[in-house]
């Protein structure tokens, strides 16, 4: 799955678009490594959002098309 729909589909950013300008200006990395947009986010992987002066280092847990806001938590851990 795309880094920008998997940060859609987890909640962590609310819109897609939004998940894209914050790939293309380096906010987002996968495995210590800056991410652009489409690129593919596997069970395992580490991926650290910069918002503003907060970093939010998460581990994913599962990769689902579609998936419930209930449910969107479930996607991924939360640590450090």
Known sequence: M???KFLKNS???KRRTVAKEACDLGRV???GKVAKAKDEV???DIIEVTFGNRVEKVRVLDVKEIVGKNDATS???TFE
Do not use: A, S, T
Request: net charge neutral.
């Open 75 to 77: 996607l991924y851990e």
């Open 2 to 4: 795309r880094i920008d």
């Open 11 to 13: 909640r962590i950013i």
């Open 42 to 44: 596997k069970v395992d």
């Open 29 to 31: 990395q996968i495995n």
